[in-house]
Nanobody
Framework: QLQLVESGGGLVQPGGSLRLSCAASGFTLDAYSIGWFRQAPGKEREGISCISSRDGNTYYADSVKGRFTVSRDNARNTVYLQMNSLKPESTAVYYC?????????????????WGQGTQVTVSS
């Protein structure tokens, strides 16, 4: 059974950094494109980043471009999201999800497996 587990969330001050991990079990993660999403209180879930399985190309929402970096470690079957220069508006539950397509489709509906989420709170 495909399972994704996020970790690395927590409380951080504005301007700080966190690295989220998305560990896969039950499948080989490098066969899937992996997306990162977040949902802030009272807001819809938004896609913020994706790394494709075909060529490792990465994509970012404008809201995080230049501050967040997605990467994958196939040996560890894990995808990471390095988040720098965090802002209070970055506060949200962060999710990773797997898409069996070998490219980043840009559509949330193509992601078939989801983790349980990890809370990120940016506050002084």
């Amino acid at each position: 059974q495909l399972q994704l587990v996020e970790s690395g969330g927590g409380l951080v001050q504005p301007g700080g950094s966190l690295r989220l991990s998305c560990a896969a079990s039950g499948f080989t993660l490098d066969a899937y494109s992996i997306g990162w999403f977040r949902q802030a209180p009272g807001k819809e879930r938004e896609g913020i980043s994706c790394i494709s399985s075909r060529d490792g190309n990465t994509y970012y929402a404008d809201s995080v471009k230049g501050r967040f970096t997605v990467s994958r470690d196939n040996a560890r079957n894990t995808v990471y999201l390095q988040m720098n220069s965090l802002k209070p508006e970055s506060t949200a539950v962060y999710y990773c999800a797997a898409d069996p397509h070998n490219y980043c489709s840009g559509y949330e509906s193509t992601f078939s497996s989801w983790g349980q989420g990890t809370q990120v709170t940016v506050s002084s």
